[in-house]
């Protein structure tokens, strides 16, 4: 267990509606990072952290907004949810020190559904 | 082209077989491949890390990495019921960022 914890575990919305993901860690880690896994495709990056208020985009950043005001929490916001998002999301952590052997250890999920 | 291409199996062995799981990437700024294991309704954990060419062993699991053919592979000897998840390799650059790129999970199946 990397210290990560994921909020809400499981989620059912409906289309046009905000929802916000929670990622939280206890390893004062700098590097925070958003996935989504779908059949077909594995894990793709989202958006990503590098510090307080440091964020960047992933590869399928659409439709999607993070936030991180603190060192352990990195949120993840879908404005108004779409069938499409239906998936499950996953936080990863990383220490972030150097380039060498330093990898990403991921949170329990969350499973979104969108009808 | 993806970065990483991995064939999703699925892939079904009996107990104690040698099981070979495979992936190709496209970039040789690659420097660092891993292999997470996940299983069914989990987040992935890092089974192994290898960073040059070689094979690197831990257990019942080796991970190979060939950069002049851009293939990396792990194999796990004398598989149990237990080794039954999604394997995914991934593989990163030297930068810090450390941007993951995945392939897609094959699915591994080990009876008894």
């Known amino acids: 267990d990397a210290g990560i914890t994921q909020s809400p575990r499981h989620k059912v919305t409906e289309t046009g509606t905000p929802v916000t993901l929670r990622c939280h860690q206890t390893?004062?880690?700098?590097?925070m990072y958003w996935y989504r896994q779908d059949p077909g495709h594995g894990l793709r990056l989202i958006h990503y952290?590098?510090?307080?208020?440091?964020?960047d985009k992933g590869e399928v950043s659409d439709g999607y907004s993070v936030s991180r005001s603190k060192t352990e929490d990195f949120l993840l916001t879908l404005e108004s949810a779409t069938s499409s998002q239906t998936s499950v999301y996953f936080c990863?952590?990383?220490?972030?020190?150097?380039?060498?052997?330093?990898?990403?250890?991921f949170g329990p999920g969350t499973r979104l559904t969108v009808l | 082209q993806k970065e990483v291409e991995q064939d999703p199996g699925p892939l079904s062995v009996p107990e104690g077989a040698i099981v070979s799981l495979n992936c190709t990437y496209s970039?040789?700024?690659?420097?660092?491949f891993m292999w997470y294991r996940q299983y069914s309704r989990k987040g992935p954990e890092l089974l192994m890390y290898?960073?040059?060419?070689g094979n690197k062993e831990d257990g019942r699991f080796t991970a190979q990495v060939d950069k002049s053919s851009k293939y990396i592979s792990l194999f796990i000897r004398d598989s149990q019921p237990s080794d039954s998840a999604t394997y995914l390799c991934?593989?990163?650059?030297?930068?810090?960022?450390?941007?993951?790129?995945f392939g897609r999970g094959t699915q591994l199946t080990v009876w008894p």
């Open positions: 290898t960073y040059s060419s």
């Open positions: 991934a593989v990163r650059r030297g930068s810090t960022l450390g941007r993951l790129y």
């Open positions: 970039n040789s700024a690659f420097q660092y």
């Open positions: 990863a952590i990383r220490e972030g020190l150097a380039a060498s052997y330093n990898e990403q250890f």
């Open positions: 952290s590098y510090g307080v208020k440091d964020t």
């Open positions: 390893e004062n880690h700098r590097y």
